[in-house]
């Protein structure tokens, strides 16, 4: 997130918009609905519709069906407030940083984990790139490969293999 902006501040923002939204949207403005907005703000990461469900109830003590979730998730990418990432086998979501989300995902092929990290030079760049009359905004890059962790697993299995075979 933005280091400027605390969370609190963040969700001001994002509610805010989200009622703009759903008012140019003609969509009804629901305790529910604001509630996984809030839900949403309070994650620094990526999360998934189950992690999302599981904190609703748990922290918020607001009970939302999955149903209410997956048909609320749609409207909170169309609204910008969070993104949608294909990672792997399942959807996964973060919430948009206000000023701009930026990042690169480095995504483990074996066990899913994802790092972020932003690179300025590569910003940079990225914004002085002109395709015809596209101009860059901003970007989400992901980068597939092995977490230290599973490289180092994925290591000792052929070491183990090559001692069988000796």
Sequence with gaps: MNGSMENSDYTKVAVAKFQEYLKAHHLRKTPERFAIVETVCSYDGHFKLEDLHERMIESRHFVVSRATLYNNINILVDSGIVTRHRL????E???????????????????GKIKEFHNDKLYKCLLA???GKFSVKGYTIYVNGLCAKCSNALKRTQKNERKKVL
């Design 129 to 131: 790139i002109k395709v």
């Design 93 to 111: 979501y973060e919430k948009n940083v206000l000023g701009g989300n930026s990042h690169f995902h480095m995504v483990c092929t074996e066990c």
């Design 88 to 91: 792997g086998e399942m959807a």
